[in-house]
């Protein structure tokens, strides 16, 4: 059985990146996507004119309206909400710098339908230098390790990176939408999925189902970053940073329970001044042995 176009919906949120947000749906528009699902974006108050440019050249799609303070996760929200009062029954969601390799949105689809209680991530590929940036999440060690996934290849995952995921209707009411009081950002996608994973939904990346997304250099590996203690401290207090610790430790704290607390602080804290006044002294070469 096939899945009904009209009830498929791509929920793109966006916020002053007018011209990525033009790259993005334009690959839509090249791969057949934007011409046969409905594509929603969710604008959180852009001052660059991404709505005025989206209605000029792409009329057919939803643009919703924010504030500028929905951030990802009420983006999401907004767009989920929408969808679902339309009559949705497949969700996607899509970053704006994550462009999808032909067939893929389609592929994620044709899964989904075989099962509707799989939730399904796309494997991204870094395009400059062609290795995987986002994708799948283990929890079994109790912090989130990234998942790559092989060509020709299934794996499954216990959360996903929100980049590019696709998941039945059915899953939204079983769990509802994503919080974005306690998350309005950075780790939203990983404690959402997580959260469809604990109610006994399977998650996978397809190795097949490809994108295109940067991997966002703010994740480099402590070991090669060339930003000072300094900066990096001051990370662990500004609200708009992914370390902002106050977001990691209810991220930590929904995935693991109040365990997680002390788990980030042996993960995230410690870790932070091992490398800085043990590991980073060390030549490259060595640096290198302990991450792989």
Request: proline share 4%; glycine share 6%; aromatic share 14%.
């Amino acid at each position: 059985m096939q899945n009904s176009s009209s009830s498929v919906f791509i929920i793109i949120p966006v916020y002053n990146r007018r011209e990525i947000t033009l790259k993005c749906l334009n690959i839509l528009k090249g791969n057949g996507d934007l011409d046969k699902y409905h594509v929603v974006v969710v604008d959180d108050g852009s001052i660059d004119g991404t709505s005025q440019a989206i209605a000029e050249k792409y009329p057919q799609i939803i643009i919703l309206q924010g504030d500028g303070n929905l951030w990802w996760a009420g983006a999401i929200r907004m767009g989920m909400e929408y969808a679902c009062k339309k009559g949705a029954e497949y969700i996607i969601w899509l970053n704006d710098d994550c462009f999808p390799k032909q067939g893929t949105i389609n592929t994620l689809l044709f899964l989904c339908n075989q099962n509707h209680n799989l939730m399904i991530g796309s494997q991204c590929i870094d395009p400059e230098t062609t290795e995987p940036s986002y994708a799948g999440i283990s929890t079994k060690r109790k912090f989130f390790k990234t998942l790559n996934c092989p060509p020709k290849s299934v794996i499954k995952c216990d959360a996903l990176n929100g980049n590019l995921v696709c998941f039945h209707k059915k899953i939204v009411d079983k769990i509802g939408y994503p919080d974005s009081q306690k998350l309005p950002h950075h780790l939203a996608d990983f404690v959402y999925t997580n959260n469809a994973f604990k109610k006994n939904f399977e998650l996978v990346i397809h190795g097949d189902a490809i994108s295109f997304c940067s991997k966002n250099p703010i994740n480099v590996s402590w070991l090669y970053s060339k930003k000072s203690f300094k900066e990096h401290w001051q990370g662990l207090f500004l609200k708009k940073s992914p370390s902002y610790w106050k977001i990691q430790v209810t991220a930590y704290r929904l995935v693991f329970g109040n365990i997680g607390i002390l788990y980030y602080f042996y993960h995230g804290f410690l870790k932070f001044l091992i490398i800085y006044f043990i590991l980073r002294p060390l030549p490259v070469n060595i640096k290198r042995i302990l991450k792989s």
